[in-house]
């Protein structure tokens, strides 16, 4: 078990190495001159070679790279560019919305994806079934921006439901009522796609674990469906339904930074979209680094607990 833990650490180490390094260098891939959109109409060559001396930007792409990963390290993002307010705290103004929509949208989408994948299960290729399959299809085909601007028309315009609509993200400690109504569109958009990759990945391991001895037996004591299912069944189905999880919720970033821009929602989705109209560069180096280390800590997280289900794997 630790030289698992050991090794997956040394490979999530290997990655961030390899992400701060490319997000580095997208400064300098993205078109334009920081110095140009600083310096506006003041851009001239002497207030550049001025400039791009206070800024470190005429010393070697390594240098520039060790000093700024330096400053990352003791969590200085540096300043914006354009609204001269640290990058880190634009973030970590930004980050909760992110992560509450996440948490909402993963709840709603396990607690619908494992009742019915069960009672699917039960019954393969029954009228229940059949409808839940061609209903997942159908969702899994629709994007996530179709479903909220549908959501939208539907809940916020025909209904008249308030604090649903564009701009109408309330913060959670203003008022959390208010809070979850504004996000739950968003969260039940984000929820629909998850749904659809639980509930067919958990219904096919179900399926099949079914259908081994030691349910055999289960059932020959007399157990009832339900504690078969929950207790001798779920465990062992749901190792694919984490991993698969932990891959899903990093695509969820990118499903829900378009949410967020299409609702006004002062994530960091909504933000990094603003910073690349505005070409804020810092930022949008700041945002991608945080969302990338993110994702990798998240897909960690998960092959930990993956391991803790089925302790098989760290000996594999």
Same mark, same amino acid.
């Given at each position: 078990?630790?030289?698992?833990?050991?090794?997956?650490?040394?490979?999530?180490?290997?990655?961030?190495?390899?992400?701060?390094?490319?997000?580095?260098?997208?400064?300098?891939?993205?078109?334009?001159?920081?110095?140009?959109?600083?310096?506006?109409?003041?851009?001239?060559?002497?207030?550049?070679?001025?400039?791009?001396?206070?800024?470190?930007?005429?010393?070697?792409?390594?240098?520039?790279?060790?000093?700024?990963?330096?400053?990352?390290?003791?969590?200085?993002?540096?300043?914006?560019?354009?609204?001269?307010?640290?990058?880190?705290?634009?973030?970590?103004?930004?980050?909760?919305?992110?992560?509450?929509?996440?948490?909402?949208?993963?709840?709603?989408?396990?607690?619908?994806?494992?009742?019915?994948?069960?009672?699917?299960?039960?019954?393969?290729?029954?009228?229940?079934?059949?409808?839940?399959?061609?209903?997942?299809?159908?969702?899994?085909?629709?994007?996530?921006?179709?479903?909220?601007?549908?959501? *939208? /028309?539907? @809940? =916020?315009?025909?209904?008249? !439901?308030? $604090?649903?609509?564009?701009?109408?993200? %309330?913060? #959670?400690?203003?008022?959390?009522?208010?809070?979850?109504?504004?996000?739950?569109?968003?969260?039940?958009?984000?929820?629909?796609?998850?749904?659809?990759?639980?509930?067919?990945?958990?219904?096919?391991?179900?399926?099949?674990?079914?259908?081994?001895?030691?349910?055999?037996?289960?059932?020959?004591?007399?157990?009832?469906?339900?504690?078969?299912?929950?207790?001798?069944?779920?465990?062992?189905?749901?190792?694919?339904?984490?991993?698969?999880?932990?891959?899903?919720?990093?695509?969820?970033?990118?499903?829900?930074?378009?949410?967020?821009?299409?609702?006004?929602?002062?994530?960091?989705?909504?933000?990094?979209?603003?910073?690349?109209?505005?070409?804020?560069?810092?930022?949008?180096?700041?945002? *991608? /680094?945080? @969302? =990338?280390?993110?994702?990798? !800590?998240? $897909?960690?997280?998960?092959?930990?607990? %993956?391991? #803790?289900?089925?302790?098989?794997?760290?000996?594999?």
């Amino acid at each position: 078990m630790l030289r698992y833990v050991r090794r997956r650490l040394a490979m999530l180490l290997g990655i961030v190495f390899v992400i701060s390094v490319g997000s580095f260098y997208l400064i300098h891939l993205l078109p334009g001159d920081p110095a140009a959109v600083i310096l506006g109409t003041g851009d001239t060559p002497a207030n550049r070679a001025l400039l791009y001396r206070q800024l470190g930007l005429n010393r070697p792409l390594v240098d520039q790279y060790f000093i700024w990963l330096g400053h990352i390290l003791h969590g200085n993002f540096g300043i914006s560019f354009i609204s001269q307010t640290s990058v880190w705290s634009t973030i970590r103004a930004a980050l909760p919305i992110d992560l509450e929509l996440i948490v909402l949208s993963q709840i709603l989408a396990f607690a619908i994806a494992i009742p019915l994948a069960m009672r699917s299960a039960r019954k393969p290729d029954g009228i229940l079934d059949r409808i839940l399959g061609a209903g997942s299809f159908t969702l899994l085909s629709i994007p996530p921006f179709i479903v909220i601007v549908l959501l *939208v /028309l539907i @809940v =916020s315009i025909k209904l008249g !439901v308030s $604090n649903t609509g564009p701009s109408s993200y %309330v913060s #959670l400690g203003s008022d959390w009522v208010v809070n979850l109504e504004s996000l739950s569109l968003p969260a039940l958009t984000l929820a629909i796609g998850s749904f659809v990759i639980y509930y067919r990945v958990l219904r096919s391991d179900l399926i099949a674990t079914l259908q081994e001895e030691f349910i055999t037996v289960a059932r020959s004591k007399g157990l009832t469906r339900r504690r078969i299912m929950w207790i001798h069944a779920f465990r062992p189905s749901s190792v694919a339904l984490l991993g698969t999880a932990g891959v899903n919720i990093g695509g969820l970033l990118a499903s829900g930074f378009v949410v967020e821009y299409l609702l006004a929602i002062p994530g960091l989705g909504y933000t990094l979209i603003a910073a690349i109209n505005n070409s804020d560069y810092l930022l949008v180096q700041g945002i *991608v /680094l945080v @969302v =990338s280390v993110g994702v990798v !800590v998240i $897909n960690f997280l998960f092959d930990f607990v %993956v391991n #803790l289900v089925d302790p098989r794997i760290s000996r594999e």
